[in-house]
């Protein structure tokens, strides 16, 4: 993708396209996500109503009075699967003037294609940055992000975040830099912070398991699939981890144009960090994209192994987990 491709691309993936504050339907059993919609409708309001769009941060402050905030940012702490990124998307929608939506990687990719001063300049006057699952997984994006927020800020942009980690934990687990303490400290003072609590939908519509087809079922699935008129990729587990490694994670998006079912063969248990990492990545994008996953050999819910799931990157890796558990179940039969 060329800089400017991945800029245009900061736009909510398609199952939130049409996302809004009436479409979420929060779980009775917790309250707190009927607040979280209520406090992000006004979030958006706060300018719709007033438009203070053009306005610098000092004017939109004493517009956030309704919501009870001064801080020109809200961000949506709670666990995998209720419902934050709905809320972050539907906020986006209704939120006026030139805006950004995008996952932390992507924003961090697009600095690393633009250049700061270049990133900068094309969010500068932005009046909305989103960004979905805000983590920190090393030292590097810690700076990079609070520096390129905290400009942004200071010329009159909001930011709104998801993320499964508290803001003043980010990057907690990960290292230890005393260093890098203070950028993380000028992270969490940008943010409002609002805890979602709930049940993960996506393991209560597939029962909670990765769905595993037989090798000897596979082609059976393929071809069903091709009479269908879709484009299938089928390739090793293996193969795929392999050929991740020669690709950036930028271009993950465009391996999987036009591609409408993946076929992954002979799934095994990954230690090596740097590849579960990178298939975390790629697993993000082939969910954004909504594409439906057929894999044989070992659930892909249980494919994070050498003790990844109690190591620094455990909540990025439960996401994943729920997340190929959605993946594998939207490609059961009884589903398609």
């Given at each position: 993708m060329t800089a400017q491709e991945m800029v245009d691309a900061l736009v909510p993936p398609p199952q939130?396209?049409?996302?809004?504050?009436?479409?979420?339907?929060?779980?009775?059993n917790y309250a707190s996500q009927l607040e979280a919609v209520e406090v992000c409708r006004n979030f958006a309001g706060d300018v719709t109503a007033k438009g203070t769009s053009g306005l610098g941060f000092i004017s939109r402050l004493?517009?956030?009075k309704k919501t009870n905030t001064t801080k020109p940012g809200i961000y949506l702490d709670g666990g995998f699967g209720v419902g934050k990124t709905h809320l972050l998307a539907a906020t986006w929608h209704a939120y006026p003037g030139r805006k950004y939506f995008g996952t932390f990687i992507e924003y961090t990719a697009l600095v690393g294609a633009l250049g700061y001063q270049n990133a900068v300049k094309a969010f500068t006057g932005a009046s909305l940055i989103a960004i979905d699952e805000f983590e920190?997984?090393?030292?590097?994006?810690?700076?990079?992000?609070?520096?390129?927020?905290?400009?942004?800020?200071?010329?009159?942009?909001?930011?709104a975040a998801t993320s499964n980690t508290p803001p003043n934990a980010l990057g907690e687990g990960r290292f230890a830099a005393q260093d890098f303490l203070r950028e993380?400290?000028?992270?969490?003072?940008?943010?409002?912070?609002?805890?979602?609590?709930?049940?993960?939908?996506?393991?209560?519509?597939?029962?909670?398991?990765?769905?595993?087809?037989?090798?000897?079922?596979?082609?059976?699935?393929?071809?069903?699939?091709?009479?269908?008129?879709?484009?299938?990729?089928?390739?090793?587990?293996?193969?795929v981890i392999d050929h991740l490694a020669k690709v950036h994670p930028?271009?993950?998006?465009?391996?999987?144009?036009?591609?409408?079912?993946?076929?992954?063969?002979?799934?095994k248990e990954l230690t090596n960090q740097a590849e579960a990492l990178r298939f975390v990545a790629f697993i993000d994008r082939v969910y954004d994209a909504q594409i439906p996953v057929i894999a044989s050999g070992l659930p892909l819910d249980e494919i994070?192994?050498?003790?990844?799931?109690?190591?620094?990157?455990?909540?990025?890796?439960?996401?994943?987990?729920?997340?190929?558990?959605?993946?594998?179940?939207a490609a059961a039969p009884s589903l398609v």
């Open positions: 939130f396209r049409t996302a809004s504050f009436d479409s979420y339907i929060p779980d009775e004493l517009f956030s920190l997984d090393d030292p590097g994006d810690t700076m990079v992000m609070s520096k390129l927020l905290g400009e942004l800020v200071d010329t009159g942009t909001c930011v993380i400290t000028k992270l969490s003072s940008v943010f409002e912070t609002l805890r979602i609590d709930g049940v993960d939908f996506r393991r209560r519509a597939v029962e909670g398991e990765a769905i595993v087809t037989k090798s000897e079922q596979l082609q059976a699935q393929v071809d069903t699939r091709v009479e269908q008129g879709q484009t299938i990729s089928r390739d090793s587990f293996r193969g930028s271009r993950y998006v465009k391996m999987l144009e036009e591609i409408d079912t993946i076929v992954l063969e002979d799934v994070f192994g050498g003790g990844m799931l109690e190591g620094g990157y455990r909540k990025k890796y439960l996401r994943s987990v729920s997340r190929l558990i959605a993946s594998t179940g």
